[in-house]
């Protein structure tokens, strides 16, 4: 399982992906998906909440469980992703496309801060054990 | 703790299951897409290893006597070899030690079918009630024997392709009900609301029987589908809809308990003292999101819990047994507390979905 290295992460399993204009674009891990199972309902935030960095903010449910979402910095949610309401397994075939919500962090450094690629595999690597 | 292996174990791993733990058992939960397996079972067949779940036998002249006594459905319906009766086993209080599948083989045999994660206790309570009632019965559990079930409209079809000689045998098998074959033992029963077998064989012969219904085209099928596969079908699953805590007459057990019938049973007493106050439904959520065991129902008539909640594949939304007041009717409306939601959910008659369709209106 490859872990695509031009996005950041978190320990509790989301992506972040930082865009041109300095918002940042939030969902789950493929090692999430893969421990989730079929997922079935995905509940985001709303447009124009104010989030604190590890806040719960979203839901995904699969058959098998319900799992929160964290704020990966602190700022705005600017968009939500309303596709995932009727298709939520999109997650499931393609969770580095299926994003979640998309932010506009409060302070830019934060993002710098989070998890790479490889400090993120050692994260899943331990779970492993 | 090192977590208990069905014979069966080397075949999922090498089918790509994932594996968890289950009640200290390293168990497959899925294959791959549980939804998947799940409408591989209501539209073909697939297989299941339950070889976790115990098999007990009882033998002695006194064995319909003592289960007569020990049982909350009456034995005394079986009759015709290889019958097979669902019953729950009550603590005096009535409160439900286990549910189980007892098989009429003889006037001198029973065989009795308990759940994997309370084998040990239901034994130690057999053998504890027939020290006082049935000294000379003789009480073995079979640990050493494989379980495979094998659901869905074409599986017996499948079984009697992998099988040879077994059409013959079990094709006028009437359902619910068993026979042996050699060293196996054949019941048109399961727990998926779909026609099939589950098939009880010894250990060593359980892989390559596996095999061959692989080879037939026969699907494996995780603990995750056979959750909303019988959730679905209105059956119960003990540890969630049910357990020692609980009246069995508010956990949709009516039906099996005998209260008629001039014979004492252990519990029976308790229960005539207590009439239900709660009963179980169904529930058909009508808004987004996923009914869970342990969320609270709010209704007209006092509140409720979810003892079991999951996603319907076949309903294409969540459903849910709960256990509310028992004024609750058929067709309220009521809600459901999700997170910091009230979300709105449907009472329904269960079963919801069985032999392959929806059996309800959602």
Request: proline share 5%; charged share 20%; glycine share 8%.
């Amino acid at each position: 399982m490859s872990i695509p290295t031009e996005l950041k992460y978190t320990p509790s399993h989301e992506w972040i992906r930082v865009e041109a204009d300095g918002s940042i674009t939030i969902g789950i891990t493929q090692h999430a998906q893969e421990l989730l199972g079929d997922m079935v309902y995905v509940e985001a935030p709303a447009v124009g909440r104010s989030l604190n960095a590890g806040e719960e903010c979203a839901v995904v449910e699969s058959v098998k469980a319900a799992a929160d979402v964290y704020a990966p910095v602190s700022g705005t949610v600017t968009a939500n992703n309303s596709e995932l309401d009727s298709s939520p397994e999109a997650i499931n075939s393609a969770p580095y496309d299926a994003w979640i919500f998309k932010m506009q962090p409060a302070d830019a450094s934060a993002v710098a801060s989070l998890l790479d690629a490889a400090a993120y595999q050692a994260v899943v690597d331990s779970e492993a054990h | 703790m090192t977590l208990k292996q069905t014979p069966l174990n080397a075949a999922h791993r090498a089918m790509g299951a994932k594996m968890v733990d289950f009640g200290g058992w390293d168990m497959p939960v899925n294959y791959g897409s549980q939804i998947d397996e799940h409408h591989q079972v209501r539209n073909d067949c697939g297989m299941f290893d339950v070889s976790h779940m115990r098999v007990v036998d009882m033998r002695g002249n006194d064995v319909r006597a003592f289960l007569q006594g020990l049982l909350a459905n009456n034995v005394s319906k079986l009759h015709l070899t290889g019958k097979a009766l669902y019953s729950a086993m009550l603590r005096p209080d009535g409160g439900v030690i286990d549910d189980l599948i007892v098989y009429f083989m003889r006037e001198d045999w029973f065989r009795i079918v308990v759940n994997a994660g309370t084998a040990d206790k239901d034994i130690a309570w057999m053998r504890a009630q027939a020290a006082v009632h049935a000294p000379h019965l003789d009480i073995t559990d079979h640990p050493e024997l494989a379980m495979i079930a094998v659901q869905g409209p074409n599986a017996r079809a499948k079984v009697w392709e992998a099988l040879p000689g077994s059409q013959a045998l079990t094709e006028s098998l009437i359902p619910f009900s068993a026979v042996e074959m050699g060293e196996m033992f054949i019941a048109r029963t399961g727990y998926t609301g779909e026609d099939g077998f589950e098939i009880m064989l010894p250990a060593k012969a359980a892989p390559f029987f596996w095999g061959i219904l692989a080879e037939k085209g026969v699907k494996p099928i995780g603990l995750g589908a056979r959750d909303t596969l019988r959730l679905e079908a209105g059956m119960n699953l003990y540890g969630q809809d049910m357990d020692e805590t609980v009246n069995p007459l508010e956990a949709g057990l009516a039906w099996t308990i005998d209260l008629i019938s001039p014979r004492d049973f252990v519990g029976k007493a308790a229960l005539l003292a207590n009439p239900p106050t709660h009963k179980l439904i169904g529930l058909i959520l009508q808004d987004r999101g996923v009914l869970r065991g342990h969320q609270i129902v709010h209704t007209a008539h006092g509140t409720g819990e979810i003892t079991s909640g999951s996603f319907s594949p076949t309903l294409n939304q969540s459903i849910a047994l709960a256990r509310v007041p028992k004024e609750v009717a058929i067709g309220d409306s009521v809600q459901v507390a999700i997170r910091d939601k009230m979300l709105t959910a449907k009472v329904a008659k269960y079963p919801f979905a069985r032999n392959g369709k929806a059996v309800v209106q959602a």
